[in-house]
């Protein structure tokens, strides 16, 4: 069990998150993977900085246009198309409770010199307290941190059970290319 490692899965802002924007360079540019609703867009505009919020979910991505015109919009199947950002680099990007192994790399890649990537989702033992417990969903011990360290500094990682909101299993990262991270 990880001590205090309590965040909120749905409707707020992740914990984890916010504990690492400041990280993000003061109106720099951020891809939300995966954006679902959009809570971290638009925490991420709130804080200045320029957000592209990317879903398959084209009336959830339409809501958040509404709610906050600043922040650009894509309706893109990322696990059936092609990569819809070659070439582009973003200074940080964050991804919650979302995994699709082959974009691993690419997020990497399209992570910029002094980029910051914060991640957390499920891991290997969340199906014991419900979805998702399809292993293609759930990282194995120690996963991001594997695929990460040779490419970037790590500056926190965490994995194991939390209770709140309710329970799950979770694994969460933030790392950066920066050579020696600020830790906030």
Same mark, same amino acid.
């Given at each position: 069990?990880?001590?205090d490692m309590s965040f909120e899965m749905s409707g707020t802002t992740s914990r984890w998150v916010q504990r690492f924007l400041p990280l993000i360079k003061a109106g720099g540019s951020v891809l939300d993977l995966?954006? /679902?609703q959009g809570r971290h867009s638009l925490l991420l505009a709130q804080c200045g900085c320029r957000v592209e919020a990317?879903?398959?979910d084209a009336a959830a991505l339409a809501a958040i246009a509404a709610r906050t015109p600043g922040i650009v919009t894509r309706v893109a199947d990322l696990e059936g198309e092609p990569?819809?950002?070659p070439g582009r680099q973003f200074d940080a990007i964050v991804v919650t409770n979302y995994l699709y192994r082959p974009l691993l790399p690419v997020l990497l890649d399209a992570l910029d010199a002094d980029g910051v990537l914060i991640y957390e989702t499920f891991m290997a033992g969340n199906e014991r307290f419900g979805k998702p417990s399809n292993p293609a969903f759930l990282l194995r011990p120690d996963e991001l941190l594997d695929m990460v360290r040779p490419?970037?500094?790590?500056?926190a990682f965490?994995? /194991?059970t939390v209770a709140v909101p309710r329970p799950a299993v979770m694994q969460r990262l933030c790392a950066t290319r920066r050579r020696e991270p600020v830790l906030p």
């Open positions: 069990m990880i001590p995966a954006c /679902g990317v879903d398959r990569w819809p950002y490419h970037l500094t790590v500056v965490e994995q /194991g």
